[in-house]
């Protein structure tokens, strides 16, 4: 590969992209709602695009990074949508959704996260030099190289494998979905295995550090205070779930406001000072009378197509700059993007200055949502660029060009999914969409208060003594049956790590990792592909 040639931003590194970008997308909109998390796409996708532009020719890594991020552009605001929206139909089952209200408010946070990226990117990646877990392993992955396309063919069995495995469990209903304890249900658990090679593959990667804390917080909310809480005549069941859940979604809060009190209010006025810096020569530059125009014009299709009024469609686009700088602190220090947290907070900031509707209180947490995705997602692509020396500026317009086509893919997937399985499917078995349901609970109000208050000043002690609380909170929240299935890719990957050890730059972990890429992709590309045959079949 001759990384000497300086081609960067091409016309075929944006027809990939783009390609590559609607299928991500797509299919992160199925894992998200189908695993209530969304891991991070950017290995797949680094590795696919570089897979692809090998078998074309003549390329260098700076291409195949310009390819790779609009590849992955789209995939967080599939998550931004996924774990808001679909909490309307939670709360509100006989709620249609609009088609041209959800693109606008899919675009209106792509676009609102792409003109923030251009203000912060330059203070998170090259003054500060934040870590970006994720970036740095794609640079490392790209530099690797495909050592004679065995990386291609290991990746792309377990796509092919796990692909078919779904359609014999989700098209042709050969292969139960899950295993659920009918004991455990008694106490209002959701113990149990699902039968999905993607949630083990989620196990695998997040590793057996983060996979302990997140069974510890399904130990902490199923055993003790599902069954203990039953069994010993402390609760109820319907008070033991509202405890649990309650519990849950105040700890995710807290986190948020962990991030913002140790990560981002000691650095404000370097955030402020970086975002209205001068930008010119290769980096990005955007001029500030048209910027202006684009922000108007979207706080404007905000307070009339959304129906959320001036005063939520401004809070909302000050809210979105504040958390795609929370988003791009934790992605780039953790590794962890909690993009809901950051909608619920400005969410419950407009409820409690405006007169905002339920509906709309969805939409705010939307928007800003899809922008701390977008942002916290490619400022990984930007670490990369950093690394290789790729031009910001080819990186933005791919990044735009990408998430513009997510933006789209998003919105359609999310509606495809509905129109296929009903408002009934979301919340249930099929689609938790914990997340949402999060979202909804702050609408409607939360069920156990004392509950929540505590979840808000534990998690919000925790995360500022350096603890992993966002994953435990989700651990108490969600279902157990993800939490135990997941379980099994992190103690598969405890002992992968544990044989690594064993051998010199271990090519155990390096070829579970692709495996576990290619359960992620094969399961969830399937799973769309079936989400809308089965849309088009009900629509006829």
């Known amino acids: 590969m001759n990384n000497s040639d300086q081609r960067q931003l091409t016309v075929r590194s944006l027809v990939l992209g783009v390609i590559g970008s609607v299928i991500i997308t797509m299919s992160s909109m199925y894992i998200a709602l189908r695993l209530s998390s969304l891991p991070w796409p950017i290995i797949f996708v680094a590795l696919a695009s570089m897979f692809s532009l090998k078998l074309m020719g003549n390329t260098n890594l700076n291409e195949i990074n310009v390819t790779h991020t609009a590849m992955s552009a789209g995939a967080m605001v599939s998550g931004g949508l996924a774990f808001t929206i679909p909490g309307i139909w939670i709360m509100m089952p006989e709620e249609k959704p609009s088609f041209p209200v959800i693109l606008a408010i899919s675009m209106g946070g792509t676009i609102l996260g792409l003109i923030f990226t251009v203000f912060i990117r330059k203070y998170f990646v090259e003054e500060k030099k934040l870590e970006y877990p994720m970036g740095q392993a794609a640079a490392d992955t790209l530099r690797a190289g495909d050592e004679g396309g065995q990386k291609a063919k290991t990746l792309f069995t377990a796509l092919g494998i796990t692909g078919a495995f779904t359609i014999f469990r989700d098209w042709l209903h050969k292969i139960p979905a899950a295993w659920m304890s009918k004991n455990a249900a008694a106490y209002g658990s959701s113990a149990g295995i699902w039968f999905s090679p993607m949630m083990i593959g989620v196990g695998f990667l997040l590793g057996p550090s983060l996979i302990f804390i997140w069974f510890l917080g399904a130990v902490l909310g199923d055993f003790g205070i599902l069954f203990l809480g039953v069994k010993g005549g402390f609760l109820t069941t319907p008070e033991a779930v ?241 939490s135990l299935t997941a379980s099994l890719g992190g103690l598969i990957r405890f002992f992968v790590d544990r044989r690594g050890k064993k051998v010199p730059e271990s090519k155990a972990v390096e070829k579970g990792t692709l495996i576990a890429s290619g359960c992620l992709g094969g399961e969830a590309v399937v799973g769309v592909v079936i989400s809308i045959i089965l849309a088009i079949q009900t629509i006829r």
């Open 242 to 482: 509202s405890l649990k859940a309650s519990l849950g979604i105040g700890m995710m809060v807290g986190c948020g406001l962990g991030i913002i009190i140790k990560g981002i209010l000691p650095k404000l006025k370097d955030i402020f000072t970086a975002s209205f810096s001068a930008q010119g020569g290769n980096d990005i530059a955007l001029r500030p009378s048209l910027t202006g125009v684009i922000v108007i014009a979207i706080a404007a299709i905000f307070a009339t197509v959304c129906n959320m009024g001036i005063g939520a469609s401004v809070i909302t686009i000050v809210g979105a700059w504040l958390a795609v700088s929370m988003s791009s602190e934790s992605v780039g220090t953790t590794g962890v993007n909690p993009m809901e947290i950051f909608g619920m907070l400005v969410m419950l900031c407009a409820r409690a200055i405006t007169s905002v509707g339920s509906v709309e209180s969805f939409y705010i947490a939307a928007v800003v949502a899809v922008a701390a995705g977008l942002v916290g997602d490619v400022m990984n692509d930007f670490k990369v660029g950093y690394s290789f020396g790729t031009s910001p500026k080819d990186q933005w317009i791919a990044e735009a060009v990408g998430g513009m086509a997510g933006a789209v893919a998003a919105a359609a997937a999310l509606m495809a999914v509905y129109t296929a399985y009903g408002p009934e499917a979301i919340g249930g078995p099929e689609f938790p969409a914990a997340q949402a349901a999060a979202v909804a609970s702050m609408v409607s109000g939360i069920s156990n208060l004392p509950a929540f208050i505590v979840g808000i000043v534990a998690a919000t002690v925790l995360y500022c003594m350096g603890l992993p609380v966002m994953t435990l909170g989700l651990g108490v929240y969600l279902p157990a049956y993800l």
